[in-house]
């Protein structure tokens, strides 16, 4: 088999390079709080499209600055560094899809389209050199902790967020950060990157993602009428979260943890949309 051969097609190999399973599930996550909160079909299919356009760019442009980073640890497994994607070409696509993105949020209102460009620019400044500083938390913080009030912003008649349902998106991306990081502490300190939490280490990390995850799921259940559902999905947070601790403690942080606290702050965002 020749390596053209072998090579998959170019739109599999970008879809590929934009880390696929986080802007799939943030994209349903814009779906869910839209729906909560009332958005019409119309404005509903513009947020969502919007939404995924913007977390493409993310995904894709990550990928295109890492290039160099991934082939020095051996990530055959990603597309660019595999030859399946040039860097030039996925970063290409995701300039572009940035530019969809904030076409597409433009009709749902200034207030949209700023903070979508807020962001967006805040993801991409972590992509092109903020993840290796100890302020690697920031652009999560801040995009995350922004992402509720996409929804309401698409309103007819726009308004920020409550804000406990702002904190709460904060505490997510703080989570989503600290965790996500975990697998991949010892390449990344191959390559010289020392976010935060390369500097507080992964049980460290793992513990302030669980500590933040029940900050925000206080947040919403205090922020809310509490309902019988409210208050199981409190409980299924704080019992996972307690899990994912006391396994950090138990054994070195791993793919266990890992998975742990990650469910722990899906459970967060399913408190966050039925709230």
Do not use: C
Not at 54 to 66: E, H, K, M
Not at 127 to 148: C, E, M, Q, R, Y
Not at 149 to 172: C, D, I, K, R, Y
Not at 201 to 212: F, K, P, Y
Request: charged letters at 10%.
């Amino acid at each position: 088999m020749t390596d053209a051969a072998a090579k998959p097609p170019l739109v599999r190999a970008l879809w590929g390079a934009t880390h696929p399973g986080p802007t799939l599930v943030v994209t349903v996550l814009s779906l869910a709080l839209g729906i909560a909160a009332g958005v019409d079909p119309g404005r509903l299919v513009l947020l969502v499209v919007a939404v995924f356009s913007g977390q493409v760019s993310v995904g894709l442009s990550n990928d295109a600055i890492d290039g160099a980073r991934d082939a020095a640890v051996g990530r055959t497994d990603k597309p660019i560094v595999g030859g399946a994607v040039t860097p030039e070409r996925a970063l290409a696509v995701a300039v572009a899809s940035v530019v969809v993105a904030l076409v597409l949020s433009a009709p749902l209102g200034a207030g949209l389209l700023a903070a979508h460009a807020v962001a967006l620019a805040s993801a991409w400044a972590y992509n092109a050199g903020l993840k290796s500083t100890s302020f690697s938390i920031a652009p999560f913080v801040l995009s995350f902790g922004l992402f509720p009030s996409f929804a309401t912003l698409a309103l007819p008649a726009p308004g920020l967020a409550a804000p406990w349902a702002s904190l709460a998106g904060a505490a997510l991306g703080a989570a989503v950060h600290l965790t996500n990081v975990v697998r991949d502490l010892d390449d990344d300190r191959r390559t010289g990157v020392r976010g935060l939490p390369h500097r507080l280490g992964a049980r460290a990390s793992v513990v302030l993602a669980a500590v933040g995850i029940v900050i925000g799921a206080i947040a919403v259940l205090t922020g809310t009428d509490a309902t019988v559902v409210g208050v199981v999905f409190f409980a299924a947070v704080l019992v996972v979260a307690a899990a994912a601790v006391t396994t950090a403690f138990v054994r070195t942080p791993g793919r266990s943890v890992f998975q742990l606290t990650m469910l722990s702050a899906l459970l967060l965002a399913a408190q966050l949309v039925v709230a």
